[in-house]
C-alpha cells in the first residue's frame, strides 16, 4: 500500500499544481518587452499579432540597433516553453545531456506518441509499445527526472493535442520538436515546429534565433455552413499557397469570420498550416478560446489573458482598419462559400473541393474505392470533431448501416482525456456501432505505424485509396505502399467516405442505402464545441510523471541498437573544403521523410550510426533519370562501384572522402527532424547545395555544422551536377574568410574524365549564416559551441 501511494503521488492530477498545467503568462514581463521594443527600434509603429509577440520575446531588446528587417534579420527570442515528442526528444535529450545543463531552463515536456504501433485497438497497442520501445521509454522517463521534465508516457496521448489542454497559453512563445507544433496557434500562443537542437537551445537558456518573418495575413468572413469544417479553410488555404507558399512567413488569422471558429477549429487550421512550410500559424485571442481554458480547468490564464485581449492579444487597431497597409500579403477566405475539401493524393496541396471530387477521381483515375477511413490524430481530434463525426454515425447506425464492405474505419484519439470523454458522452459507442476500431492514444497510422503490411492492398503494393483526418500524405508516409494514394479531409468527410466506401461520394447531394434497402441522405452534422458535463479525465496512469530527481542516472546500454551515447562532431579545419565528391544530384522533392525515412527506421532515432543507414534513401538521382536510393561511386576502385545512397555514403566515409549533396528546389520540406541533418554530417558530408531549402532544414543543418548553399543561379547551375556528377571534383572558395556580411561562396568544379580536367565550371552559391551560426559551424556544431559555453569539456 505505502509504495502504491509513493506511486500515485508523482503522477500529477489534474488539479496538482503549476508544472501539471501552464503557469499563468507573465504578461507583465512581456509588456514590458514589448514596450521597449516599440518605444526604441520599433518606433511606434503599428503591429500585428505575430510581431507583438515574437517582440515581446525578445532575449534583449537592447542589443538591437534598428528595427529588424523581415526576410533578413535574426531575432533572438526566449521561448517560454518546449514539447518534445519521443522519436525526436530522444536526440534532443542525447544533445542536452552534453550540453552539460542540470535542468531545463523552461518548463518542458515529453510526449510518447509516435513510438505506439496502432492497430489492435488502444490497450494491446500500448501493452505492445512497451515490448517494443521499453528501452526507449525508461531513458526518456529517467532523463525527464533528472532534467525536471512532465513525462507523458504511452497511451496518454498525442503531443499537439496535450500541449493544446494543458500547456498552450495565449500570447506566449513554445518551440516544439514536431513540424505540427503550431496546432497551439489555435489559443493564441506561437508555437513554433523546430529540430532537438533548437529546443536543446531553449532547454538551455540559449537565446534562440529566427530570422524575422513576413506575416501572411489571412481574413476571414462570413461563418461555416453545416457540412463544413474548419479543416476546410486550412485544406483551401493549402491549396492556394502550396507546399511552398508559406516559407517565411507566420500565418496571422484575422476578420470577422474568427469569431464563429471554435478554439480546437483554429487549433486545427494552426496544426496543417505546416504544409504550407509557414514558420507557424497564430489566431488572436477570442471567447472561444476563453472557454477552452475554462474547460480545461485554466480559468486563472483565460482571466489574465481577457485582459489583455485588446491590446496584446490582437493585433494594433491601425492594423485592424488599414490590413493591407500591415500584413506583407493577405489572403481572403469566405468562410460561408466554402467547399469541404479533399487534398492529395501524395501531397497536402493538392486540393479538390468536394463537388469537383466526382469528375476529378474519374479523370485523374485514382482508385475510387476506400480501403481505409481513418479520423483523430493531433489534427482533427476535439469535442467538436468527434461530435459531429458520430451524429453522422448514429444517422447510419440508425438505419442498421455499418462502413462498406472492405472499408476499415479507424480512430485516433488524440488524447486520454478525450479519449474518456468520448467514451462517457456514448461517441465511441457511435463509432463502433458501424464498425469502428478505436486505436491508442497515439499518432499511429498517421506516421506509418500502422502494421498494414498483411493487408493484401499493401503486401501486393496495389494501388487504393484511404481517406483520413489527418494532415500530411506524402507517399508511402501511412503504410509504407507507395500506391496508396492518401486524402486527407475532414472527419465528417471521412466519415462519408467510411460510410459509402467511395472517393467520389458526396454527403451533400448523394444518398446511402440503409438495411431495409431504401435510400438516404445523410443530415448535415451536429455536435458541440465542449462537452456539456465538462472533459472526463481518464485515467489517472496517463497523467504527467513529475519528478525531479537530479542523481537519476540515464540509462544508455554500450550494446543498444536504438540508444547511443553522441559524440561531438569534429570541428571545421579552417581551411576550404577541397576533394568534395558529389553524393548524389536529387531530383524534385525530396523531403525530411525522404532524407530520414520513419516507419519502421523511427526505432533507431537514439541511434545515430544505425540511422544513419536510411540516409537519403527516399531521394531519386536526377543523373539516373529519377532513380531512387541509386547512386555512382565517384571514387575509382572504392567499393560499391554503384549502390545505394547510404552505402555510397559509408564507403566514403571510412575512405575519409568528403561528399557533398546537390538539391532542388524547397530540400528539406516537411518535418523538423534533425536527423535529417545529422546523418549526413555523420556520413561525412560537408556542404549540401541547393536551389532553395525549407527553413528548419536549413537551420538543422547549420546547427550540425554542415554549410549550407544556395546557387546564385538556380536555373542554370543546378544542371552541371545533373549529368554525370560521380566526375566532378568540388572545392570551395570563401569559406576559409566566411562571415555574415559576405554571402558569397563559390564552389570551383572540375570534371575529371580518365585522370584529366575535361571542363571546370566557377558556381556562384550564398550562404545565410548570422554570425552566431558561423560560430557553429566553426566550433563543428551548435552542441559544441554551448558544451565550450558550459565549460563541460
Ligand atoms: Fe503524430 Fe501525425 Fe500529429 Fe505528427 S501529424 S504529431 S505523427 S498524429
Known amino acids: 500500500h505505502g509504495l502504491r501511494s509513493i506511486a500515485a503521488r508523482r503522477y500529477a492530477t489534474a488539479s496538482s499544481g503549476p508544472q501539471a498545467r501552464a503557469a499563468v503568462p507573465n504578461y507583465d514581463l512581456f509588456r514590458q518587452r514589448l514596450d521597449k521594443a516599440r518605444a526604441t527600434v520599433l518606433e511606434n509603429k503599428p503591429l500585428t499579432l505575430a510581431q507583438k509577440i515574437l517582440y515581446a520575446h525578445l532575449h534583449d531588446v537592447s542589443s538591437m540597433s534598428s528595427a529588424p528587417v523581415p526576410g533578413e534579420t535574426y531575432l533572438k527570442l526566449s521561448p517560454d516553453r518546449v514539447a518534445m515528442q519521443d522519436a525526436s526528444a530522444q536526440m534532443a535529450i542525447l544533445q542536452f545531456m552534453l550540453s552539460g545543463m542540470k535542468q531545463t531552463a523552461v518548463p518542458t515536456s515529453i510526449h510518447c506518441d509516435h513510438l505506439v504501433e496502432a492497430y489492435e485497438g488502444a490497450d494491446k497497442d500500448v501493452a505492445r509499445s512497451w515490448q517494443t520501445s521499453r528501452e ?21 496521448g498525442i503531443i499537439h493535442q496535450l500541449v493544446l489542454e494543458n500547456y498552450a497559453a495565449p500570447g506566449t512563445l513554445m518551440l516544439g520538436t514536431d513540424s505540427h507544433t503550431p496546432n ?3 489559443l493564441g500562443m506561437l508555437a513554433i515546429g523546430v529540430g532537438g537542437a533548437d529546443a536543446v537551445d531553449a532547454m538551455a537558456s540559449i537565446p534562440w534565433e529566427l530570422k524575422a518573418p513576413r506575416v501572411l495575413g489571412v481574413r476571414l468572413s462570413g461563418s461555416l455552413h453545416p457540412w463544413g469544417s474548419p479543416k476546410d479553410v486550412i485544406l483551401a488555404l493549402a491549396g492556394k499557397l502550396t507546399v511552398r507558399g508559406g516559407t517565411g512567413y507566420i500565418v496571422e488569422y484575422f476578420g470577422e469570420g474568427v469569431a464563429s471558429l471554435s478554439c480546437t477549429g483554429m487549433a486545427t487550421i494552426c496544426n496543417m498550416g505546416a504544409e504550407v512550410g509557414a514558420t507557424t500559424s497564430v489566431f488572436p485571442y477570442t471567447p472561444s478560446m476563453a ?8 480559468a486563472a490564464i483565460a482571466a489574465a489573458a481577457d485582459a489583455q485581449q485588446a491590446t496584446y492579444l490582437s493585433a494594433d487597431e491601425q492594423v485592424a482598419q488599414s490590413p493591407e497597409k500591415y500584413y506583407d500579403e493577405i489572403v481572403d477566405i469566405d468562410l460561408s462559400s466554402l467547399e469541404p475539401g479533399y487534398n492529395g493524393p501524395f501531397t497536402p496541396d493538392l486540393y479538390t ?12 483515375q485514382w482508385s475510387d474505392k476506400v480501403s481505409a477511413a481513418l479520423i483523430g490524430s493531433c489534427t482533427n481530434s476535439s469535442y467538436q470533431d468527434l461530435s459531429r463525426a458520430a451524429s453522422l454515425a448514429r444517422q447510419a447506425s440508425e438505419r442498421g448501416l455499418k462502413v462498406a464492405a472492405g472499408t476499415e474505419f479507424l480512430v485516433s484519439p488524440g488524447s486520454e482525456q478525450i479519449r474518456a470523454t468520448m467514451e462517457r458522452d456514448g461517441i465511441q459507442q457511435a463509432f463502433e456501432s458501424i464498425g469502428a476500431q478505436v486505436l491508442a492514444n497515439a499518432c499511429g497510422p498517421c506516421i506509418g505505424q500502422w502494421n498494414r503490411d498483411e493487408n493484401p492492398v499493401v503486401k501486393n503494393r496495389e494501388t487504393n485509396s484511404i481517406v483520413s483526418s489527418f494532415n500530411r500524405n506524402f507517399r508511402a508516409r501511412n503504410d509504407g505502399n507507395p500506391n496508396t494514394m492518401n486524402f486527407l479531409t475532414s472527419p465528417e468527410m471521412v466519415l462519408g467516405a467510411a460510410l459509402s466506401g467511395r472517393l467520389s461520394f458526396n454527403p451533400l447531394v448523394d444518398t446511402l442505402t440503409d438495411s431495409a434497402g431504401k435510400e438516404f441522405r445523410l443530415q448535415p452534422p451536429t455536435g458541440d464545441e465542449l462537452p456539456k458535463d465538462g472533459y472526463a479525465q481518464g485515467r489517472d496512469e496517463y497523467r504527467p510523471l513529475l519528478d525531479h530527481q537530479p542523481a537519476m542516472e540515464i540509462p544508455i546500454a554500450p550494446t543498444s541498437a536504438r540508444l547511443q551515447t553522441l559524440e561531438a562532431f569534429v570541428p571545421w579545419s579552417g581551411q576550404e573544403f577541397s576533394d568534395t565528391r558529389v553524393l548524389v544530384t536529387v531530383q524534385g522533392k525530396c523531403t525530411t521523410d525522404h532524407i530520414s525515412a520513419a516507419g519502421k527506421w523511427l526505432k533507431y532515432k537514439g541511434h545515430l550510426e544505425n540511422l544513419s543507414r536510411n540516409t537519403l534513401i527516399g531521394a531519386a538521382n536526377a543523373a539516373m533519370d529519377g532513380q531512387v536510393n541509386l547512386v555512382r561511386n565517384a571514387v575509382e576502385g572504392l567499393e560499391p562501384a554503384q549502390g545505394t545512397i547510404p552505402d555510397v555514403a ?3 566515409k571510412k575512405a575519409s572522402v568528403p561528399w557533398l549533396v546537390i538539391a532542388d528546389y524547397n530540400y528539406g520540406e516537411g518535418s523538423a527532424r534533425e536527423h535529417a541533418a545529422m546523418q549526413p554530417r555523420f556520413l561525412g558530408c560537408n556542404m549540401v547545395v541547393a536551389r532553395s531549402f525549407a527553413r528548419i532544414h536549413e537551420t538543422n543543418l547549420k546547427k550540425q555544422g554542415v554549410l549550407p548553399l544556395v546557387f546564385a543561379r538556380p536555373d542554370e ?8 556528377p560521380h566526375e566532378l571534383v568540388v572545392r570551395t572558395q570563401g569559406v576559409s574568410d566566411i562571415n555574415e556580411h559576405n554571402p558569397v561562396v563559390s564552389l570551383l568544379v572540375e570534371r575529371v574524365r580518365g585522370g584529366n580536367v575535361v571542363e571546370s565550371y566557377s558556381v556562384e552559391c550564398r550562404h545565410t549564416m548570422s554570425a552566431d551560426q558561423i560560430g557553429w559551424f566553426k566550433a563543428g556544431s551548435a552542441l559544441n559551441l554551448i558544451a565550450s559555453q558550459q565549460g563541460a569539456r
Not at 526507449?136 to 496518454?156: C, R
Not at 472557454?291 to 485554466?298: E, G, M, V
Not at 473541393?353 to 477521381?361: C, E, G, I
Open 650 to 652: 559509408l564507403a566514403y
Open 184 to 186: 497551439a496557434g489555435g
Open 353 to 364: 473541393p468536394r463537388s469537383q471530387m466526382a469528375d476529378t477521381v474519374g479523370r485523374e
Open 291 to 298: 472557454r477552452y481554458l475554462r474547460a480545461t480547468q485554466r
Open 136 to 156: 526507449i521509454y525508461e531513458f526518456l522517463q529517467a532523463a525527464s527526472q533528472k532534467y525536471g521534465i512532465a513525462f507523458w508516457k504511452p497511451g496518454s
Open 717 to 724: 547551375d543546378y544542371f552541371i551536377f545533373a549529368k554525370d
